[in-house]
């Protein structure tokens, strides 16, 4: 492969996680099958993304190690990038159901859940 397949793939993921960002709020504006068929529409574009990520990996891998070594701090950053817009989508998951009535108790994703299980590794429960 080559620096301008590795560029092709940048684009792809740019336009791939600009569609990705607007759609937790979208979700938790959106009830029923709506914001069903938002989380599905999430978690493909998602895969989409992680592939072209794998992609743009791959290429780093033949290039030029001056150009790999901040190739890769960025494939970091997109990669940590993804992790939070997941969690933000399972957060406003979980936020939509407890708006709707579904119970009160915070989503096995939410940022409370999060503490509690930290603390609760600190301690050793």
Request: aromatic share 6%; with cysteine; glycine share 6%.
């Given at each position: ?8 793939l940048?684009?792809?993921?740019k ?32 895969g ?24 890769s ?26 708006q ?15 503490q ?10």
């Amino acid at each position: 492969m080559s620096s301008e397949e590795f560029e092709k793939l940048h684009e792809i993921y740019k336009s791939l996680f600009e569609e990705l960002k607007l759609l937790p709020e979208k979700a938790l504006r959106s009830q029923g099958e709506e914001r069903k068929r938002l989380v599905r529409t999430f978690d493909e574009r998602k895969g989409e993304a992680e592939e072209v990520l794998q992609g743009m990996d791959e290429e780093l891998r033949s290039a030029p190690s001056a150009f790999r070594n901040m190739m890769s701090t960025k494939l970091r950053m997109y990669n940590r990038d993804l992790g939070k817009l997941q969690r933000d989508m399972k957060t406003s998951d979980s936020g939509s159901s407890a708006q709707a009535g579904v119970g009160s108790h915070p989503g096995i994703y939410s940022s409370e859940n999060q503490q509690s299980v930290s603390v609760c590794w600190l301690v050793i429960c």
